[in-house]
Protein backbone atom coordinates (compact mmCIF):
# COMPACT_ATOMS: atom_id res chain seq x y z
CA UNK A 1 0.00 0.00 0.00
CA UNK A 2 1.45 3.60 -0.72
CA UNK A 3 0.15 7.11 0.22
CA UNK A 4 0.08 10.16 -1.63
CA UNK A 5 0.54 13.83 -1.26
CA UNK A 6 0.61 16.08 -3.64
CA UNK A 7 2.29 19.96 -3.30
CA UNK A 8 2.68 22.93 -5.65
CA UNK A 9 -0.29 24.15 -6.88
CA UNK A 10 -1.20 27.57 -6.82
CA UNK A 11 -2.42 30.56 -8.96
CA UNK A 12 -0.16 31.18 -12.05
CA UNK A 13 -0.67 33.56 -15.17
CA UNK A 14 -1.26 31.90 -18.45
CA UNK A 15 2.19 31.48 -20.25
CA UNK A 16 4.11 30.44 -16.95
CA UNK A 17 5.03 27.54 -14.81
CA UNK A 18 4.26 25.24 -11.77
CA UNK A 19 5.84 21.88 -10.86
CA UNK A 20 4.33 19.62 -9.01
CA UNK A 21 5.31 17.15 -6.68
CA UNK A 22 4.00 13.91 -4.99
CA UNK A 23 5.41 12.72 -2.24
CA UNK A 24 4.75 8.74 -1.55
CA UNK A 25 4.78 6.71 1.90
CA UNK A 26 6.18 3.20 2.05
CA UNK A 27 9.55 1.00 0.56
CA UNK A 28 7.71 -0.33 -2.76
CA UNK A 29 7.35 2.98 -4.57
CA UNK A 30 9.50 2.02 -7.36
CA UNK A 31 7.28 -1.08 -7.93
CA UNK A 32 4.00 1.53 -8.72
CA UNK A 33 3.63 2.92 -12.33
CA UNK A 34 2.43 6.43 -11.19
CA UNK A 35 0.09 8.89 -13.09
CA UNK A 36 -1.29 12.47 -12.86
CA UNK A 37 -4.54 13.43 -14.16
CA UNK A 38 -6.71 16.12 -13.15
CA UNK A 39 -10.57 17.29 -12.92
CA UNK A 40 -12.40 20.05 -13.76
CA UNK A 41 -15.53 21.53 -12.13
CA UNK A 42 -18.00 20.01 -13.71
CA UNK A 43 -15.98 17.61 -16.08
CA UNK A 44 -14.84 13.75 -15.75
CA UNK A 45 -11.33 13.23 -14.65
CA UNK A 46 -8.50 13.54 -17.16
CA UNK A 47 -5.50 11.61 -17.84
CA UNK A 48 -2.46 14.09 -18.24
CA UNK A 49 0.53 11.95 -18.02
CA UNK A 50 1.86 8.76 -16.65
CA UNK A 51 5.72 7.17 -15.76
CA UNK A 52 6.72 3.53 -15.68
CA UNK A 53 8.43 2.40 -12.37
CA UNK A 54 11.91 2.56 -14.15
CA UNK A 55 11.26 5.96 -15.07
CA UNK A 56 12.08 4.79 -18.55
CA UNK A 57 8.85 5.46 -20.21
CA UNK A 58 6.54 8.10 -20.02
CA UNK A 59 3.02 8.87 -21.81
CA UNK A 60 1.11 11.78 -22.16
CA UNK A 61 -2.20 13.02 -22.60
CA UNK A 62 -3.07 15.09 -26.34
CA UNK A 63 -3.81 18.16 -24.51
CA UNK A 64 -0.73 18.38 -22.43
CA UNK A 65 1.77 16.79 -24.69
CA UNK A 66 4.96 18.79 -25.93
CA UNK A 67 4.20 21.35 -22.35
CA UNK A 68 4.24 18.82 -19.17
CA UNK A 69 6.50 16.46 -18.42
CA UNK A 70 6.73 13.86 -15.90
CA UNK A 71 9.74 12.51 -13.86
CA UNK A 72 10.19 10.29 -10.76
CA UNK A 73 12.89 9.79 -8.29
CA UNK A 74 12.67 6.41 -6.70
CA UNK A 75 15.27 6.92 -3.72
CA UNK A 76 13.16 9.90 -2.42
CA UNK A 77 9.46 8.44 -3.20
CA UNK A 78 8.84 11.71 -5.78
CA UNK A 79 6.80 11.76 -8.90
CA UNK A 80 6.89 15.21 -10.21
CA UNK A 81 4.80 17.03 -12.96
CA UNK A 82 6.89 20.28 -14.71
CA UNK A 83 4.36 22.14 -16.27
CA UNK A 84 5.39 25.04 -19.08
CA UNK A 85 3.15 27.12 -21.31
CA UNK A 86 0.38 26.74 -19.07
CA UNK A 87 -3.08 27.91 -20.66
CA UNK A 88 -6.05 28.82 -18.66
CA UNK A 89 -7.89 25.28 -19.47
CA UNK A 90 -5.17 23.81 -17.38
CA UNK A 91 -7.38 25.10 -14.58
CA UNK A 92 -8.31 21.77 -12.26
CA UNK A 93 -7.51 19.74 -9.18
CA UNK A 94 -4.45 17.83 -9.82
CA UNK A 95 -4.33 14.34 -8.55
CA UNK A 96 -1.13 11.37 -8.50
CA UNK A 97 -2.12 8.02 -8.26
CA UNK A 98 -0.40 5.20 -8.07
CA UNK A 99 -0.75 1.49 -9.64
CA UNK A 100 0.90 -1.42 -8.47
CA UNK A 101 1.38 -3.16 -11.87
CA UNK A 102 3.49 -2.94 -14.96
CA UNK A 103 1.46 -2.04 -17.74
CA UNK A 104 0.89 2.07 -17.92
CA UNK A 105 -2.83 2.37 -18.22
CA UNK A 106 -4.33 6.28 -19.04
CA UNK A 107 -7.99 5.35 -17.25
CA UNK A 108 -8.58 6.79 -13.77
CA UNK A 109 -10.00 3.08 -12.73
CA UNK A 110 -6.80 1.26 -13.17
CA UNK A 111 -4.81 3.56 -10.37
CA UNK A 112 -5.41 2.22 -6.85
CA UNK A 113 -4.04 4.63 -4.71
CA UNK A 114 -4.95 8.65 -5.18
CA UNK A 115 -3.62 12.03 -3.44
CA UNK A 116 -6.40 14.19 -2.18
CA UNK A 117 -5.19 16.52 -4.75
CA UNK A 118 -3.82 20.23 -5.38
CA UNK A 119 -5.51 23.15 -7.45
CA UNK A 120 -4.16 24.59 -9.98
CA UNK A 121 -5.34 27.83 -11.13
CA UNK A 122 -4.45 29.44 -14.29
CA UNK A 123 -4.82 33.32 -15.10
CA UNK A 124 -5.65 35.00 -18.87
Known amino acids: QVQLVESGGGLVQAGGSLRLSCAASGRTFSSYVMGWFRQAPGKEREFVGAISRSGGSTYYGDSVKGRFTISRDNAKNMVYLQMNSLKPEDTAVYYC?????????????????WGQGTQVTVSS
Open 97 to 113: AGDPGVVVFTTPARYDY
